[in-house]
């Protein structure tokens, strides 16, 4: 199936230009080259690759990407495991350089890709909201003024001097969201970070989304949660085998993508 977009009636093209163009792709494709054998060692790879006795294949996580979002706008990111959701965010994120196109990207961007990287297991958790802080561009000052609103959230009050080890995934995914949202960015990247907690803390972590959103954070925002695509999107694009099907409306790009699984 070609790429189509469908009808788009959350927000006319007239709006995003006068808004303002916060995220943009064009034609962006990321390409990984990978060894066609399996070598049991470095060692091994070495002697193969000095002997030119590698071979390689070519796969694209993604191909011919070409988005753009304007700015407090929502983008729900649809597709099966594998298809290259988690790769255009981390393209958006400058995490990964894409191998053809131009991405360009306004503003403070707070990446929730991997909710407990950056983390270490044998620090507290006081200690890895510094830690953390520090790769999230803040400084020692403004966690300071915001560590008790963060811990609150998260609801870690009486483990926030435990080592991290001693934290299920749970209370790690609560902390890092709590860190990576307590102040609001201008673009928000969220991949499946509602899977965090209990139901009670998901509806919290939806609330704040709402209130970001209301105060016109950008979103790009992987899930395959229908029902939290269609509260927290304005469109949605079906991304299969690292290209994009549809993009549009979310209940068009939602009816396309499940019929086709």
């Given at each position: 199936?070609?790429?189509?977009?469908v009808?788009?009636?959350?927000?006319t093209?007239?709006?995003r230009?006068?808004?303002?163009?916060?995220?943009?792709?064009?034609?962006?494709?990321?390409?990984?080259?990978?060894?066609?054998?399996?070598?049991?060692?470095?060692?091994?790879?070495?002697?193969?690759?000095?002997?030119?006795?590698?071979?390689?294949?070519?796969?694209?996580?993604?191909?011919?990407?070409?988005?753009?979002?304007?700015?407090?706008?929502?983008?729900?990111?649809?597709?099966?495991?594998?298809?290259?959701?988690?790769?255009?965010?981390?393209?958006?994120?400058?995490?990964?350089?894409?191998?053809?196109?131009?991405?360009?990207?306004?503003?403070?961007v707070?990446?929730?890709?991997?909710?407990?990287?950056?983390?270490?297991?044998?620090l507290?958790?006081?200690?890895?909201?510094?830690l953390?802080?520090?790769?999230?561009?803040?400084?020692?000052?403004?966690?300071?003024?915001?560590?008790?609103?963060?811990?609150?959230?998260?609801?870690?009050?009486?483990?926030?001097?435990?080592?991290?080890?001693?934290?299920?995934?749970?209370?790690?995914?609560?902390?890092?969201?709590?860190?990576?949202?307590?102040?609001?960015?201008?673009?928000?990247?969220?991949?499946?970070?509602?899977?965090?907690?209990?139901?009670?803390?998901?509806?919290?972590?939806?609330?704040?989304?709402?209130?970001?959103?209301?105060?016109?954070?950008?979103?790009?925002?992987?899930?395959?949660?229908?029902?939290?695509?269609?509260?927290?999107?304005?469109?949605?694009?079906?991304?299969?085998?690292?290209r994009?099907?549809?993009?549009?409306?979310?209940?068009?790009?939602?009816?396309?993508?499940?019929?086709?699984?």
């Open positions: 199936m070609k790429f189509r977009i009808s788009d009636t959350t927000m093209n007239v709006q230009n006068a808004a303002g163009s916060v995220v943009c792709l064009e034609s962006v494709g990321v390409r990984y080259i990978v060894p066609r054998e399996r070598t049991g060692s470095l060692k091994e790879y070495a002697i193969r690759r000095v002997s030119r006795r590698v071979s390689y294949d070519t796969f694209w996580a993604l191909r011919d990407v070409s988005i753009d979002i304007a700015n407090g706008e929502s983008l729900g990111i649809m597709g099966r495991n594998g298809a290259g959701k988690s790769t255009l965010l981390k393209v958006v994120a400058r995490v990964l350089r894409p191998t053809i196109g131009r991405v360009r990207v306004a503003g403070r707070a990446p929730l890709l991997d909710l407990a990287a950056g983390f270490h297991p044998e507290t958790g006081r200690e890895n909201l510094f953390n802080g520090s790769l999230l561009q803040r400084t020692e000052a403004e966690v300071t003024d915001r560590f008790g609103e963060i811990v609150e959230f998260a609801e870690l009050d009486a483990f926030i001097d435990a080592p991290l080890r001693t934290y299920s995934n749970g209370m790690i995914s609560r902390l890092a969201f709590a860190l990576a949202t307590a102040w609001r960015p201008d673009v928000l990247l969220l991949d499946e970070v509602l899977a965090v907690g209990d139901e009670a803390f998901q509806r919290k972590c939806l609330a704040r989304m709402r209130s970001y959103r209301e105060h016109g954070t950008t979103f790009l925002f992987v899930s395959h949660d229908a029902n939290a695509v269609r509260e927290i999107c304005d469109r949605a694009i079906w991304i299969d085998q690292g994009p099907r549809e993009l549009g409306a979310v209940e068009a790009v939602l009816y396309a993508y499940r019929h086709s699984t």
